[in-house]
């Protein structure tokens, strides 16, 4: 006999079953390069990208939290955690974790941005349900351990000296800081020695249980994939953790730039002992979800993207003044920045950053040349397939589109997006952007005669 209980729970979990929705969001040829969603109960969204071409398939999860859903005392926490979901689960120690994966000869890594957070491995096509398996159990079964966390203190701290010992990676964290100041966004994703000695067991505990709920998370695999075998693994691999019957979760709260500190004609400097000055040159730019995104990158392609580009034609091929100059666009949830890069020796600063601004201030003023632009759209759009190249990078793609756009675009899509960027398109945003008043980060051996005068650059 069946009791009422039985029979109860029997039809919430029929129901529950009856909730998982899929959709074919891409149609491939032959099903080459098809793009699939489920979404599971508990809102877990789970995307593939098939290519049966190929005998890999990478797996990854993606967390919609980053270092700017830090608060001041939580600044590193994101980073902290991703570091510690590899220490151990329930079922796994931290060697199991590693050694799965290597016994296939599969790789496994993780990254933090400011705004989200991906796990992933990539492994042979057979070996796809060991990847699911042990990455779902870190995501869901991590033990945060107080032992692990004081551990890995000392591992994070010496990420954060090594980083500080790369000045060319570190004054983009300076720019950071420059454009939107003690913001979430002008925090560095590691934190900071103080920041990371300050964190204990508790909060980290708290902030992973906060943020890594099924309605935050993406599940993305990119190769020689079947959908509906991907989607029962992942159930599976949640249901055991119990994470998709959770009900508790908080909703993401948008992320609003309003209230950032936005500078213009700021200049930071940090006076360090180095062979190179490195200075980032750039003002704020354009949200990710902007229509214009795409005259923007057209624009950053031409003046600073290549080695045919304006910005390394005139600094490095001319003058022979910088090895490495580039320019670049960061885009957020409601804000965005662009950049110009370069690094020199320290009585070249001036000069460089002369070259910069002037190269600037004429395409805000009178716009590329119709040359250059279609250049630059043959570049980009030529960059954009090249580096879709592997399932890793197929993964990337449809994970953090589903995560920041929630929709998925064809390869023939952005292509058809980047060459329908006019001439007129690109100079109106030109105009606006690079028309605003640059501020200015600045490491290396400066004396303060040198210093002084690099305000004179963003004046």
């Known amino acids: 006999m069946t ?63 980053g270092s700017r859903d830090e608060t001041p005392t939580l600044n590193g926490a994101t980073h902290y955690l991703e570091h510690l979901l590899f220490k151990g689960t329930g079922t796994r120690s931290a060697l199991d974790i590693s050694s799965s994966i290597d016994a296939v000869g599969g790789e496994m890594n993780a990254f933090t941005a400011k705004e989200y957070t991906c796990y992933y491995a990539r492994v042979l096509d057979t070996d796809l349900p060991l990847a699911i398996d042990v990455v779902c159990d870190m995501l869901t079964g991590s033990l945060i351990n107080a032992e692990d966390v004081d551990a890995e203190r000392g591992v994070i701290l010496e990420e954060i000296a090594m980083t500080e010992d790369d000045p060319g990676d570190c004054v983009h964290d300076l720019f950071a800081h420059t454009m939107f100041g003690d913001t979430p966004l002008g925090r560095p994703v590691l934190g900071t020695v103080d920041t990371i000695n300050a964190l204990d067991r508790g909060q980290i505990a708290r902030f992973y249980k906060k943020h890594y709920d099924p309605t935050h998370l993406v599940v993305a695999a990119a190769g020689n994939v079947d959908h509906a075998t991907v989607v029962r693994q992942v159930r599976k691999a949640f249901d055991r953790a119990g994470a998709l019957s959770r009900t508790d979760a908080e909703p993401m709260a948008p992320r609003d730039g309003s209230r950032l500190l936005r500078t213009a004609g700021k200049v930071e400097v940090v006076n360090r002992k180095t062979e190179q000055a490195h200075v980032v040159l750039g003002m704020p730019g354009l949200a990710r979800t902007d229509e214009r995104r795409w005259a923007l990158g057209v624009l950053s392609t031409a003046l600073g993207g290549g080695m045919s580009s304006r910005l390394f034609q005139e600094v490095r091929e001319k003058r022979g003044l910088a090895y490495s100059v580039y320019s670049y666009t960061s885009g957020f949830a409601d804000c965005g920045l662009f950049g110009v890069y370069a690094g020199c020796r320290p009585g070249q600063v001036h000069d460089v950053l002369k070259i910069c601004r002037d190269e600037l201030d004429k395409v805000a003023a009178d716009g590329l040349p119709d040359d250059e632009i279609a250049r630059a759209i043959g570049q980009l759009s030529g960059s954009t397939v090249l580096g879709l190249e592997d399932t890793g990078a197929l993964m990337n793609r449809i994970g953090k589109s589903e995560l920041c756009w929630g929709e998925q675009m064809s390869v023939d899509a952005m292509l058809a997006e980047i060459a329908a960027v006019t001439p007129d398109d690109v100079r109106a945003v030109a105009a606006e952007l690079l028309g605003q008043r640059p501020s200015l980060s600045v490491i290396g051996p400066l004396k303060d005669k040198q210093a002084d005068r690099l305000h004179h650059a963003v004046s």
């Open 3 to 65: 009791s009422r209980s039985s029979v109860t729970t029997a039809r919430a979990s029929s129901k529950a079953r009856a909730v998982a929705r899929t959709q074919t969001l891409l149609k491939g040829t032959n099903g080459i390069g098809t793009v699939r969603r489920t979404v599971l109960p508990g809102g877990l969204r789970v995307v593939t990208e098939t290519l049966p071409s190929v005998r890999s398939a990478t797996f990854g999860i993606w967390v919609n939290v």
